[in-house]
């Protein structure tokens, strides 16, 4: 219950950043979050390039705090990996690609995936169908898009297009 209540009250306030948006180089961020979030020791996660981008910095930890959670939490083997990819896009816009060796998601969830309380092929004990709908409207909050690629047995990549420079929207609720 208080994983859920804690989720909830993330999820209503996101896109709402309490901090100032500065200017981030997001590979240091990146591996803060993994040491952070504390993979197994027979789990590797490694970053890949580097981009800067002007956005509060908990939004951002809290984009890759989710991602590589989930990898690590959802990956059914002893051993696993997770590659984040960090690339210039354009003169706008980074590229985010935070991609795993896990189960994979069956295409007729992927839509489903970002909503809240969702949750696929899992124990409801594992979480509380928030973290994914969070990512989702941080996203969105800053003008950027996510696309989740994956397919049963071939692992996941979650593809963020993030504009270089955040702006402030209200977060639309989908269910």
């Not at 996101?14 to 981030?24: K, L, M, P, Q, V």
Request: charged content about 25%.
């Amino acid at each position: 219950m208080d994983r859920l209540l804690v989720g909830l009250l993330r999820y209503a306030t996101s896109g709402r950043a309490d901090s100032e948006a500065e200017s981030i180089h997001v590979a240091p961020l990146v591996s803060e979050v993994r040491d952070l979030v504390s993979p197994p020791a027979t789990f590797e996660v490694d970053v890949v390039g580097d981009v800067e981008v002007v956005a509060p910095r908990a939004v951002v930890a809290q984009v890759f705090q989710n991602l590589i959670d989930n990898a690590i939490k959802h990956h059914e083997g002893p051993n696993g990996h997770v590659v984040v990819e960090l690339t210039d896009r354009d003169v706008r816009s980074v590229q985010f690609v935070v991609r795993d060796d896990g189960p994979g998601i069956d295409a007729m969830h992927h839509a489903r995936i970002f909503k809240l309380f969702s949750q696929v092929g899992r124990r409801p004990t594992d979480g509380s169908g928030v973290g994914l709908a969070l990512v989702k409207q941080h996203v969105d909050a800053c003008g950027g898009s996510i696309a989740v690629e994956s397919a049963p047995g071939a692992g996941a990549a979650f593809r963020i297009v993030w504009p270089r420079t955040w702006r402030t929207a209200l977060p639309s609720i989908e269910r």
